[in-house]
């Protein structure tokens, strides 16, 4: 059988464990899709770059980040829902910092892998909500964690946000310390495609759809996953447990207007896209059905 060859990003974090296994259980394979894959350590920000280079065909990323970039005129459509429960985020800082969380997120540098990723955009809305804001001048970019590392260890910087469990080993080996928690408020992971590919294999992409799903919805039933996550991405079995049943994976392609509308929402009282933009164009219209 001629396989359909598509390149999917995403972070090399257990969020997309789902994905992985479709692969590895030849589940793509067998309806016709070879999947390559390309880990983003660099994150959303990474990714809208990417697709906008043409140098991937769909990506699994933030929400707001793909939200933003599309409104932006990234050449891409979110095609689906992926996680849909809130992603938690550690926000961490050098390990003898003394100060409290409000003052180190208002005051200090803030570490981000690139401007738009998700980064740079939850402290931007956790200062919002709190009825604050930050300069442009507080970001400093660092490509990926292990350059927040090394930005923390020599004090060019002093706040750090990352997904809390990802950070975790960090923080209990002493080179990060976590000094607060912020909830995105949506759905954390979006996944997107570009126009291109969307206009040349749609049929492709819905076959991509089902099998992932349907992947999503067997780790979503596994009793033995969060073993498996565990053991895969080194974090401790009780960290898993946490992660797994605190985080619902998408089960289908839809995505309520309700969600976008908040997300863009945030951004424009954020100042990160124009007061004008709304959710017209973000959806692939065959999942709007």
């Known amino acids: 059988m001629n396989k359909t060859r598509l390149r999917v990003g995403g972070v090399p974090e257990h969020f997309n464990l789902p994905v ?3 692969i590895e259980n030849g589940d793509f394979s067998r309806n016709g899709i070879e999947v390559i894959w390309e880990d983003y ?3 959303t920000g990474a990714m809208t770059q990417a697709l906008r280079n043409n140098e991937v065909d769909i990506c699994i990323l ?4 793909i939200v933003a970039d599309i409104i932006k005129g990234n050449p891409s459509k979110i095609i689906s829902g992926y996680v849909k429960t809130p992603l938690t985020w550690g926000i961490h800082t050098f390990i003898d910092n003394e100060s409290e969380v409000g003052e180190a997120l208002f005051t200090e540098k803030i570490a981000i892998s690139r401007k738009g990723s998700g980064s740079h955009l939850m402290p931007i809305v956790d200062a919002l909500m709190q009825g604050k804001s930050l300069s442009e001048e507080q970001f400093i970019i660092i490509k990926d964690i292990h350059g927040a590392l090394k930005s923390l260890d020599k004090r060019e910087t002093g ?5 809390k469990y990802t950070t975790k080993p960090f923080v209990k080996n002493g080179n990060l310390k ?3 928690e912020f909830n995105s408020p949506w759905p954390c992971f979006m996944i997107a495609a570009t126009n291109e590919i969307i206009e040349r294999e749609p049929n492709v992409l819905d076959t991509f759809l089902k099998v992932l799903h349907n992947s999503c919805e067997q780790f979503m039933n596994n009793s033995s996953a969060p073993e498996m996550v565990s053991k895969r991405y080194e974090l401790d079995y009780k960290d898993s447990e946490y992660w797994y049943h605190s985080t619902e994976w998408a089960a289908d392609s839809w995505v309520t207007d309700k969600t976008l509308v908040n997300v863009v929402f945030a951004l424009k009282e954020a100042q990160l896209i124009p007061k004008d933009s709304s959710t017209a164009n973000l959806i692939w219209k065959r999942n709007s059905r």
């Open 20 to 22: 992985h296994l479709a």
């Open 159 to 163: 706040v750090f946000y990352w997904e």
């Open 41 to 43: 350590p660099g994150g």
């Open 62 to 65: 933030l929400t707001e980040g």
């Open 178 to 180: 976590r000094i607060g």
